[in-house]
């Protein structure tokens, strides 16, 4: 480890009471998706007062904000250190990201207090509502990342490795409309917009078997009826598609339409799709980049484990399509406890995932500094890209 990197890591060290105060206060106020005005406003007054201008709302999302060290001209290349902060519902941060955000700003601090009047080339962006609205896909098209040539963020996890593919993703609504009647002394008078949801589910369940390893297919019922005895008039689920790659994504989705209209047609109901963009994409891995990270990893004593192949679903996807990204796994538990969970939320602030949580801003910014510095691992980064 060259001396510079000595240096970050022991800057990060310095400021470990305050990422775990960023990570303590994300956790006792989780917000969800573009409700995130505390975390937003939060994170900026700390980088405010380590030196930074923070511009908030950037690309017209009211929760983000763009951050750049003060006094100094943006240059190129330019790293951008990404922090999520948004929870899930009821179970608030059983994804992580109060630590994600944290070691970001941990990352983009250290580094600029070693590279001073040369930390030109990094910002950090706050990308509001991963966990279903796309915030970092909105970002992407308003702009945000144009002048920026590589994008990095660290994921908690129960196993660590460097990188891997995601699902690209489609939400999506489907609704059934039919017509009301007693159950009991009308029935033939009544169009069951029910059976046509179980039709569609059971057409899903079928549809399940001739897809690929990468597929997946999932929802759930958010209206089923009113009363037993009122033949319902109107029923909606929501659904994700996955898939591996984009046009297995869409093929999926068109088979799923072709459900709709089959359990319209068998009900005498009529239907109506609704998608809730952004649509996500796969994640374009970038080896280069991940091989940095691993490199830096090992230094710190972390050992990487073997990829087990689950996947999910991210907006960093959509992003690692406009620009270089990076986004490593660091185990905060044991394999056996699953993300989206409450044990998941607690192990973020257990021994290991305090000190998962400083591991991971060092990883970062030696990454970072990596890219900024090595003038080949930015070419071998763009050829990544552009192949």
Request: aromatic share 6%; charged share 25%; with cysteine.
């Amino acid at each position: 480890m060259d001396n510079n990197k000595e240096m970050l890591c022991k800057e990060i060290d310095s400021l470990t009471n305050e990422l775990f105060g960023v990570s303590d206060y994300l956790l006792e106020n989780p917000e969800t998706a573009y409700q995130e005005f505390k975390a937003c406003e939060y994170l900026s007054s700390i980088l405010e007062k380590n030196g930074f201008t923070v511009e908030k709302g950037v690309g017209d999302v009211k929760t983000s904000f763009l951050a750049r060290p003060l006094h100094c001209q943006p240059s190129r290349p330019m790293v951008a250190l990404l922090a999520e902060y948004d929870a899930l519902p009821k179970i608030g941060h059983g994804c992580g990201h109060n630590m994600i955000a944290a070691a970001g700003l941990g990352a983009a601090i250290a580094l600029k207090r070693v590279l001073k009047d040369e930390a030109g080339g990094i910002a950090m962006v706050g990308t509001p509502a991963e966990e279903g609205g796309g915030g970092k896909a909105l970002l992407a098209e308003a702009g945000i990342f144009e002048q920026m040539d590589a994008a990095m963020m660290f994921h908690p996890s129960s196993t660590t490795i460097a990188g891997k593919g995601m699902l690209g993703r489609i939400k999506f609504e489907v609704e059934f409309f039919g017509q009301t009647a007693h159950a009991a002394g009308t029935p033939d008078q009544g169009i069951n917009a029910l059976d046509a949801m179980i039709q569609l589910f059971n057409s899903v369940s079928a549809l399940r078997q001739q897809v690929r390893a990468d597929g997946r297919i999932h929802g759930i019922i958010t209206h089923g009826g009113d009363a037993p005895n009122i033949i319902p008039d109107y029923t909606a689920a929501l659904f994700y598609v996955r898939a591996g790659d984009r046009e297995y994504r869409d093929e999926l989705f068109e088979r799923v339409k072709k459900c709709c209209e089959g359990a319209s047609l068998a009900t005498g109901t009529t239907y109506k799709v609704k998608v809730f963009p952004p649509i996500l994409d796969p994640m374009k891995r970038n080896l280069a980049l991940e091989s940095a990270a691993a490199e830096n990893l090992r230094a710190l004593g972390i050992a990487i484990d073997k990829d087990n192949g689950r996947k999910g679903s991210s907006d960093m996807g959509n992003l690692s399509h406009y620009l270089p990204a990076v986004h490593p796994w660091i185990a905060i538990s044991e394999p056996n406890i699953a993300g989206h969970t409450v044990e998941f939320r607690e192990a973020t602030i257990s021994d290991r995932g305090r000190q998962t949580l400083i591991n991971a801003a060092k990883m970062l910014a030696m990454t970072a500094y990596d890219f900024l510095t090595k003038p080949e691992l930015q070419e071998q980064a763009a050829r990544d890209f552009n192949s």
